[in-house]
């Protein structure tokens, strides 16, 4: 069965710094991967996705995400935080054929001023 | 605003209770899954339900069950509760239902807390 590790519960990056998260899945073959994030009270929203093809994926808010099939991990990157960044970002995997997803744990993005 | 909207946004019963939680995907979508977010377990999928039926099942007890109605719909019911029932549970819509690529959006979520 797909995993998923974000090995990171907290981190805290000055407003302004760049910020990477890190996400590691444990799969047989190539996954489907994802980036959500989850601001206080509210559900989960889409940054961005990667299914195939170009290994760097941009989604939205000016995060992006590397693909590394050799270690086998999914990073959220973004050059400049702002402070409306802190939320909870969680890295999921789905799988060829299934719609469900298996989530990581999350990490917790607090921004310092 | 993802376009699924889940009632109620909080509920607080009793345990050994019975409650409903309800969600309406986004137009057009005919997927909805259900998920259980708590502290020590984190984002767990519970059952997803495609067109009405039952597409796949995940981490869900046997005390809780799902339904999906003709308008698309979704209720989660949960029985017996218990204290570690207490969680945030989330309900999320597709487009299809087979396959890795889609996109689910997410509800705000319901929170539950069982005293």
């Known amino acids: 069965a797909q995993s998923v590790t974000q090995p990171d519960i907290h981190i805290t990056v000055s407003e302004g710094a760049s910020l990477e998260l890190r996400c590691n899945y444990s799969?047989?073959?190539?996954?489907?991967l994802f980036w959500y994030v989850q601001s206080p009270g509210q559900g989960l929203q889409l940054l961005l996705k990667y299914f195939s093809g170009d290994t760097l994926v941009q989604g939205i808010k000016g995060f992006e995400a590397e693909f590394k099939r050799s270690q086998s991990s999914f990073n959220l990157r973004k050059p400049s935080v702002h402070w409306s960044d802190a939320a909870e970002y969680f890295c999921a995997v789905g799988i060829s054929g299934y719609s469900t997803l298996t989530f990581g744990k999350g990490t917790m993005l607090l921004v310092s001023p | 605003d993802s376009g699924v909207t889940q009632t109620p946004k909080h509920l607080i019963t009793a345990t050994g209770q019975r409650v409903t939680l309800r969600c309406s995907p986004r137009?057009?979508?005919?997927?909805v899954y259900w998920y259980q977010q708590s502290l020590d377990q984190g984002l767990q999928f519970l059952i997803q339900y495609y067109n009405g039926e039952e597409r796949a099942k995940g981490n869900i007890l046997e005390r809780f069950s799902a339904q999906q109605f003709p308008d698309l719909h979704s209720e989660l019911n949960l029985s017996s509760l218990e204290l570690g029932d207490s969680a945030l549970y989330f309900c999320?819509?597709?487009?299809?239902?087979?396959?890795?690529?889609?996109?689910?959006?997410f509800g705000p979520g319901t929170r539950l807390t069982v005293l």
């Open positions: 137009s057009g979508d005919l997927s």
């Open positions: 999320a819509s597709s487009l299809a239902g087979g396959r890795g690529t889609d996109t689910q959006y």
């Open positions: 799969y047989g073959a190539t996954p489907y």
